[in-house]
């Protein structure tokens, strides 16, 4: 179970040992996370080369079971997910009405009947009532799973070693957004093949009081490859180098996903009605005549680094704005993402800036994501 502090924040499982190495604490969608531990730039650069550990435990996890679950997950979510096979995952989104986005989503199949939907920490609760709400009528039951999971995440090239060398659970096996139960480390976990770095990697959901001896088991295992434990300040750059939306960035309820360029997340054709079918096919039909702005990466040739809500410009006029913004330690240079005018959004487009605060820093346009691993 998750505790709070005088502050009202509420603390992972892992908070004495965050505290214990010294790390940087940060309120966060209302919990009290490691923002770093030491310096934000070597611990991207551990993932990026090495791996990271990352205490997770405040995004929201939502069971959804029953014989009409695959039911209700069609109609309150955009994707189609009675698709998706048992073991697996799929990355999706749940819409208002009137087809803005409430939040993106990975859902886990756990079994015939039984799925796990892991929402943003900011977005948790508004995500469990709508899908609360959305389940009248279905025979299946939304159940609030926050406390029942601590989420540890192994991020990195190295990350698929330090993993085997703690569980027998078959990781060759296990494709890019799948999941299967396991032990790690002598600890009962689903083991999931996701993440939110551009790295290959791995998310634990285990029973919080179970949390601080599979982290002390990760740290072990890894010490010998340079795993280092990571705050949520690199996740924010690892993320944005790879050109992956935030929710509160470069996702929010003014913006459809044909808004953002993640239309094809919508599955018009799956069985029966949906919450914004129809305003997401208006959607659909408006930016296939007009496109909308779209979303580029922009890096810097100065060093100036744009922030959030920061226009971009082009021949003196406003032509866009900057959703995300940090120094890039890959690229070694301060990078952006950016929702631009379609006329200006093709790699190479001349002329484009940054207005930062009253002056117009020259950026260079590119497509996401920023950086690739090698296979």
Known sequence: MSSSDSAGLRRTALDAL??????????????DMPLRYG??????????????????????EIAVTGPEAAALLNHALVGNIASVGVGRARY?????ADGGILDDLIVYRLAETEYLVVANASNAQ????????????????????RDAYALIAVQGPESPGILKSLTDADLDG????????????????????????????????????????????????????GLVACGLSCRDTLRLEAGMPLYGHELTTSLTPFDAGLGRVVKFEKDGDFVGREALTEAADRAAANPPRVLVGL????????????????????????????????????????YVDAAHSAPGTEGVGVDIRGSHEPYEVVALPFYKRQK
Request: hydrophobic fraction near 40%.
């Open 299 to 338: 890096v810097a040739e100065g060093r100036r680094v744009p922030r959030a809500g920061y226009p971009v410009v082009a021949d003196g006029k406003v032509i866009g704005e900057v959703t995300s913004g940090a120094p890039s330690p890959t690229l070694g240079r301060p990078i952006a993402m950016a």
């Open 39 to 60: 310096s934000e730039r070597d611990e991207h650069v551990a993932v990026r080369t090495r791996a990271g550990l990352f205490d997770l435990s405040h995004m929201g």
């Open 174 to 225: 296990l494709k890019y957004y799948a999941g299967l139960p396991g032990t790690v480390a002598g600890v009962p976990a689903l083991i999931a093949r996701t993440g939110y770095t551009g790295e290959d990697g791995f998310e634990l959901f285990v029973k919080p009081e179970h949390a601080v001896a599979l982290w002390e088991a990760l740290t072990e295992a890894g010490a010998g490859v």
């Open 92 to 96: 999706t989104m749940i819409c208002r």
């Open 126 to 145: 508004v995500v469990l009532d709508a899908l609360t709400e959305r389940a009248s009528g279905f025979d299946a039951e939304v159940r609030d799973d």
């Open 18 to 31: 965050h505290r214990s190495l010294g790390a940087t604490m940060t309120d966060f969608a209302g919990w």
